[in-house]
């Protein structure tokens, strides 16, 4: 470990996965540098949207890493990565298995720099699969793990509108769960760790309801939209959406009283197999359309203070836009700050606090990150760190 602690992490990887990873770890207290290509970077520096001129992604993604731009043609390319292996107690590598290894950048070639290294191949597909040599590009990986829901419009098949995937995303996340893994493993005296994560795997994961209930019963897991009248959403007065989740029998109580609904209704159900009722089934069929036509008589503004202090489960259906301006947010410290050349921005911050006490331990805002870096920026310090000195000139650093 570095001075102080603090793990060290190079990352050779590019556009999402990897990098989320090492700014996952940045953001737990990791130095990491990203090697990058000359005059484009990692992919994220010019992808839109902007903010001040640069890409949003590399503000999210690159704030309080140190970069170094080097061509892998280049003839200092294998000195580099050597170096690397040797400082790092960490590597994390975005490529197909197949070039990862023709760059240098596999397994074997880096254990033998630093025998107690932690690797971290991130990939498309995993590294055995008939798969392992597919191109991946973002929406291929979850096309190919069944989680991509089609509209057709004029005769053609599009993306549903606001899908989000969720591959790269949560590749990025146990890319950087199974460093830390690995850390722990290699400071338990167990060597050198070789970690691989990937998207299509992770997408795959993401489903996991419907993979463990088609493995198991042939079938897909339940839909949200008809798990019954007692976990549904309702309207308001002014036509927003709540939903009502009182499957067990003291919110069940709780509603029947609030909705003023039939008396009869409150013994209704079941709660002895699972303590929770859904109210699904003919039985239940009529239970749907009073409740809309009660919540139907006040707005949002009447409703959620009565439902809060109720302590029935339930939720205003919010947009992202209310969600990110709602105080609780602020509170939780959802966003963090950092700067684009002059400019404030704010980043999505780890969702997770690391603290040595109880008091500590909530989350709220944190402090601001330094800036993502300019390519190639923190190249004397990197190199300086490597113990590469003198090749500044032949890399052609200003």
Same mark, same amino acid.
């Given at each position: ?11 050779? $990887? ?52 140190? $970069? ?40 074997? !070639? ?24 597919? !191109? ?17 419009? =004029?005769?053609?098949?599009? !993306? ?41 795997? $992770? ?35 002014? =036509? ?45 069929? =009529? ?69 040595? $006490? ?41």
């Amino acid at each position: 470990m570095s001075q102080g602690g603090s793990p060290r992490v190079v990352d050779f $990887s590019t556009h999402l996965s990897g990098p989320l990873a090492s700014h996952l770890l940045t953001e737990m207290g990791a130095d990491v540098v990203k090697i990058e290509r000359p005059g484009v970077g990692d992919g994220n520096r010019g992808l839109d949207p902007l903010i001040a001129g640069r890409g949003m992604f590399h503000a999210a993604l690159n704030s309080g890493a140190r $970069s170094l731009a080097v061509h892998n043609r280049s003839p200092y390319w294998n000195d580099i990565v050597a170096a690397a292996a040797r400082w790092a107690d960490a590597v994390i590598v975005g490529l197909r298995p197949v070039d990862a290894q023709r760059r240098g950048l596999d397994f074997a !070639t880096l254990r033998v720099e630093n025998p107690t290294l932690v690797y971290c191949l991130v990939s498309g597909f995993g590294e055995r699969g008939p798969w392992a040599d597919y !191109t991946a590009h973002g929406q291929t990986i979850d096309a190919l793990a069944g989680q991509v829901p089609i509209e057709w419009h =004029d005769g053609l098949p599009s !993306t549903q509108s606001g899908w989000r995937s969720s591959g790269a995303v949560l590749a990025g996340v146990f890319a950087a769960l199974g460093v830390l893994a690995g850390l722990y493993r290699r400071e338990r005296g167990e060597g050198a760790q070789h970690v691989s994560a990937s998207l299509w795997g $992770s997408a795959m994961w993401w489903n996991w309801r419907d993979l463990n209930t088609y493995a198991n019963l042939g079938q897909p897991w339940n839909e949200y939209r008809e798990l019954g009248a007692r976990y549904a959403m309702y309207p308001t007065a002014d =036509d927003r959406a709540v939903l009502l989740a009182p499957i067990e029998r003291k919110f069940w109580h709780r509603l029947c009283d609030i909705l003023d609904l039939p008396d009869e209704w409150r013994e209704r159900g079941s709660w002895e197999r699972s303590a929770m009722e859904f109210g699904r089934g003919p039985e239940h069929a =009529d239970e749907r359309p009073l409740i809309a036509e009660r919540m139907r008589q006040k707005p949002l503004d009447e409703w959620w203070p009565a439902l809060e202090e109720s302590g029935i489960p339930f939720a205003p259906v919010l947009t992202v836009e209310e969600a990110l301006r709602s105080e609780h947010a602020a509170a939780e410290g959802v966003m963090r700050g950092t700067r684009v050349l002059e400019e404030d921005v704010l980043v999505s911050a780890l969702p997770m606090r690391l603290s040595d $006490s109880a008091e500590g331990a909530g989350t709220g805002p944190l402090d601001p990150l330094s800036p993502a870096p300019e390519l190639g920026a923190d190249a004397r310090s990197v190199l300086a760190d490597l113990g590469l000195e003198g090749i500044e000139d032949e890399l052609g650093v200003d």
